[in-house]
């Protein structure tokens, strides 16, 4: 099939490259000229573990091409993805400016039947306006010679780190439609992803729309609870690993996403639920329990602070040693990483910082120009630390050589912010280490 995918951001790419990689025929359509050009050339503008090879391999097969015309891919594409940025509004809310004007300059172009698919996580009722905006061009322009399309909403639930493999196998994949003559073109479109056994859930727009909101929401909440948690095995000296072992074996909660830590961060949980709540409460309906989820994880992202200045009240001098800077590992993504908030305030009390990070540190250097040092291995951020901060768990921090890490330290502290590491293990090596919710230890470095 023959498909048009506006927005080379993290889900339109994706969503491009692996279509292509599946047989399809796609066009990438971006207004950004460098970079088309640089995803021409099999250029990825982002990191994501297996993307780079399926670019380049869809792009020399000639199944995946990128371009700024706009007009030229919608008249040779079936399908058109609209997957744009939705950013969060002044007031939390999701900005549709980008859905909206790419949906016109669709419609503008349409010179016969299209499926319009909303990739693009969007608030109830956006599939209504793009359906809006489209008829509204149409009309105009197209008087006496009436052109039909659908609209589809077809959220995305791909886990950066991991979004390749997610497309390619998903767990599900969420149809809404309002004409159920469309839904049997969807099937066929995802036919080639789901012979895991894996369902199309077909349903209506509004429900298809909401489902993704109440996902993502969902899972900070949890995340958020076994933050709250921690706080109070904190205070009664409980390990939170041990709790959560505990909860997690039951299949009606289970493990994922019941990890205790300095807060969520990335491009969709603080971005969604800040829209689900503003949805809400457009409805009238009272969101506090998600209000307070987000309380939560703004509080959690001032743990590291906290425990940075409880072990010296006194922080002139100190020198801080970062690993991680990424919202999560597997990634180069630092949006909304509990890492900035973390910077930030050290960088407010004049605290030293040097940072390692396998992929984001580039992006770093755009928020942090200045007052951080930046190296280029996990061990020579640890010269003269006083403290060493976890905040990202990539796999190369598990397993460090602890006595080279004491070695290089002026201080003997360890913050695991992802409680990745065993205190009784640091102990042996002479390090104290304070994980999120799993006691209190009050040893000086």
Request: aromatic fraction near 8%; hydrophobic fraction near 40%.
């Amino acid at each position: 099939m023959n498909i048009c995918v506006v927005g080379t951001g993290y889900v339109g790419l994706v969503t491009a490259t692996c279509f292509a990689e599946m047989g399809h025929l796609v066009i990438g359509v971006d207004v950004d000229v460098a970079k088309v050009d640089r995803l021409s050339k099999g250029e990825s503008p982002l990191y994501e573990p297996g993307l780079k090879e399926l670019l380049h391999r869809n792009i020399k097969a000639g199944r995946l091409s990128f371009s700024t015309d706009l007009a030229s891919a919608v008249s040779r594409s079936l399908f058109i993805f609209i997957a744009v940025g939705t950013p969060m509004g002044a007031d939390g809310s999701a900005d549709l400016k980008s859905v909206l004007s790419v949906s016109r300059s669709v419609a503008a172009a349409m010179d016969g039947y299209r499926v319009i698919v909303v990739k693009s996580t969007v608030p109830v009722g956006t599939c209504q306006l793009v359906e809006k905006e489209i008829s509204g061009v149409l009309e105009r322009l197209r008087m006496g010679s009436p052109v039909s399309f659908d609209v589809v909403s077809n959220p995305e639930f791909l886990k950066e780190g991991s979004a390749v493999n997610d497309f390619m196998r998903p767990d599900r994949v969420v149809v809404g439609v309002s004409n159920p003559q469309v839904s049997e073109l969807m099937k066929e479109l995802y036919a080639p992803f789901l012979r895991n056994g894996h369902p199309v859930i077909m349903m209506d727009v509004f429900s298809s729309e909401l489902t993704k909101y109440a996902s993502n929401a969902f899972l900070a909440m949890k995340i958020s609870f076994m933050n709250k948690v921690a706080q109070i095995c904190d205070k009664v000296g409980a390990d939170v690993m041990n709790v959560r072992s505990g909860m997690g074996s039951d299949p009606r909660i289970g493990l994922p996403f019941l990890y205790a830590g300095v807060g969520y961060g990335g491009s969709c949980f603080p971005k969604d639920v800040q829209a689900f709540v503003r949805t809400g409460t457009s409805y009238g309906v009272d969101m506090g329990l998600l209000e307070e989820v987000e309380k939560i994880n703004n509080q959690q992202k001032e743990w590291a602070l906290r425990k940075i200045l409880d072990a010296y009240p006194d922080p002139a001098g100190l020198k801080v040693a970062i690993w991680g800077g990424a919202f999560k590992p597997e990634t180069d993504d630092v949006r909304d990483a509990p890492s900035i908030a973390v910077i930030s305030g050290l960088l407010e009390r004049k605290i030293a910082i040097s940072l390692y990070d396998p992929e984001a540190m580039a992006g770093l250097r755009l928020i942090f120009p200045a007052g951080i040092q930046f190296c280029e291995n996990p061990y020579d951020v640890l010269n003269d630390a006083d403290v060493l901060l976890l905040l990202t768990e990539w796999r190369e921090f598990r397993n460090p050589d602890w006595e080279k890490v004491k070695g290089l330290m002026r201080g003997r502290l360890v913050l695991d912010g992802r409680n990745q590491y065993e205190a009784s293990d640091l102990a042996s090596h002479g390090l104290s280490c304070v994980g999120v919710g799993r006691g209190c230890i009050t040893a000086k470095p």
